[in-house]
C-alpha cells in the first residue's frame, strides 16, 4: 500500500490526513486488491485503530453531505472509500492547536482509483456525488451517538471549499442546509 500526506489549498501539511492508494492487480478477467489489512493501516499510521462501525451509503449526482463530526468523547476517526461511481471528498481541520486550523482538504475518490481517505478524529467530513450514483463505504472507529453529532456549513465563506459543483445546484438534507458556520458553531464541540 502506497500512501501520501495531503496538503490543505494553503499548500501546508495537513497532520493525520493520509490518502491510502491499494495495490490493483488487474488482467483481463477484472482486478483484485487488498482493501484492508490492520497491520498495514497500523503501520502507516503509527498508531493501532480498532474500527468498530462500517457505513455504506448510496447518492444521486450532486447530493453534497457534510461537513460532520462527533465532538469529544465520542470523536470519530474514519476510512473512507467510494466503491462505485465518484466522490469529491473533504476533510476540514478543526483541532484549535493545530497550525492548519479551518484548512481544508479535498480529493477524487472513485470505483476506479480506489484510493482511501483517513480522517482521523479532530476532522470535519463532507462530499459531493460527481457521477450519476455513487456508493460510499467507510469504517468508523467509534460508534455514532446522535447526541455527540454536529455540522458546519458546507459553503461556509470561513473554510471556502472549492466544490466542483459545475452548474450542479447541491442537494442537502435539512440538517446539512441549516448547519451553523464554523466560527458560530459551539466551541466545546472543537478539538484541542
Not at 32 to 46: G, I, L
Not at 113 to 135: C, M, R, V
Request: charged share 25%; proline share 4%; aromatic share 14%.
Amino acid at each position: 500500500m502506497q500512501f501520501e500526506f495531503l496538503k490543505s489549498e494553503e499548500g501546508k501539511t495537513i497532520e493525520g490526513l493520509l490518502l491510502l492508494k491499494p495495490e490493483i492487480y488487474k488482467d483481463p478477467r477484472g482486478f483484485f486488491m487488498e482493501s484492508w489489512n490492520a497491520k498495514e493501516f497500523n503501520k502507516v499510521v503509527k498508531k493501532d485503530v480498532l474500527f468498530i462501525q462500517d457505513n455504506h451509503s448510496n447518492s444521486v449526482k450532486g447530493v453534497l453531505r457534510g461537513l460532520h463530526y462527533q465532538s469529544n468523547p465520542f470523536s470519530q476517526g474514519k476510512l473512507i472509500r467510494c466503491i462505485k461511481g465518484k466522490i469529491f471528498d473533504v476533510a476540514v481541520d478543526i483541532r484549535e492547536s493545530s497550525n492548519t486550523f479551518g484548512q481544508w482538504v479535498g480529493v477524487i475518490l472513485d470505483s476506479i482509483n480506489n484510493y482511501q481517505l483517513w480522517i482521523p478524529e479532530g476532522f470535519a467530513h463532507g462530499f459531493l456525488t460527481l457521477s450519476k450514483n455513487a456508493d460510499v463505504a467507510y469504517k468508523t472507529n467509534q460508534y455514532w451517538m446522535k447526541k455527540y453529532e454536529a455540522s458546519i456549513r458546507w459553503n461556509d465563506p470561513n473554510i471556502a471549499i472549492k466544490w466542483p459543483l459545475e452548474n450542479l445546484k447541491p442537494l442537502l438534507s435539512e440538517k446539512d442546509s441549516k448547519a451553523p458556520l464554523f466560527y458560530s458553531i459551539d466551541k466545546d464541540s472543537l478539538f484541542r
